[in-house]
């Protein structure tokens, strides 16, 4: 069974302190409009697990999705927002940064990034303040679909000539259009959750 066929939705949380004590999870980060919500909704076959909610005010929550074993998905919320308001972005940047800086039960991190403009100046940062934990991440290059066979190819090579430096970070295409790239997905965590 593909090991997000399952999910169903947990809870939603606005402050750290209210984290639900989990034994594994995986969390999905990336600008907003990058794909992310697209890529869960892809991953579990469900058309609307991740609400594609747009509303900046909204944009802080970190939804939990239950994967069952006591495994979860993590929604966090998209960085890059022009327009909102500055107590806003300093609540959810101290909320996501504390996040992935403490959560002891956080085994990776996808990072989604749209293949046409892969590693924008705050996919850099999110990527050397996460590696600073030491643990995984897997960029997904999202909307594949928009890049010809050409280009996806040269894209993918590019991005990981330019990550390779960084052992612990890996990089596929994806499209939530063509459901393109799942297995993938689903190879690297259930890697990250032990097999
Ligand atoms: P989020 O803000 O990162 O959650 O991004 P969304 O999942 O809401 O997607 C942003 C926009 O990109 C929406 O208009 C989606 O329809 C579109 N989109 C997302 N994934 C794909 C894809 O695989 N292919 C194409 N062509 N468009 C996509």
Redesign the pocket.
């Known amino acids: 069974m593909p090991i997000f066929q399952n999910a169903s939705f947990y809870t939603t949380v606005n402050h750290l302190k209210d984290l639900p004590p989990t034994l594994a999870e995986v969390a999905f980060v990336?600008?907003?409009?990058?794909?992310?919500?697209?890529?869960?909704?892809?991953l579990t076959n469900r058309t609307r697990l991740?609400y594609?909610s747009?509303t900046p005010g909204r944009t802080q929550h970190i939804n939990f999705f239950d994967l069952g074993n006591e495994r979860y998905l993590v929604d966090l919320p998209?960085y890059g927002y022009a327009q909102v308001p500055e107590p806003v972005r300093a609540h959810w940047v101290e909320l996501l940064g504390r996040y992935l800086a403490t959560r002891q039960s956080l085994v990776g991190l996808m990072l989604?990034m749209?293949s046409r403009h892969p590693l924008k100046e705050l996919d850099w940062r999110m990527l050397e303040f996460f590696l600073g934990t030491g643990r995984p991440v897997h960029i997904l290059l999202?909307?594949?679909?928009?890049l010809s066979r050409q280009e996806q190819a040269k894209t993918l090579k590019e991005v990981r000539a330019e990550l390779s430096a960084y052992p612990q970070v890996s990089v596929q295409l994806?499209?939530?259009?063509?459901k393109s790239g799942c297995e993938e997905v689903e190879r690297v965590v259930e890697g990250w959750f032990g097999g």
């Open positions: 990336g600008r907003s409009n990058a794909g992310k919500s697209s890529a869960i909704n892809t991740a594609v747009k998209g989604i749209d999202s909307k594949a679909d928009k994806f499209s939530s259009l063509k």
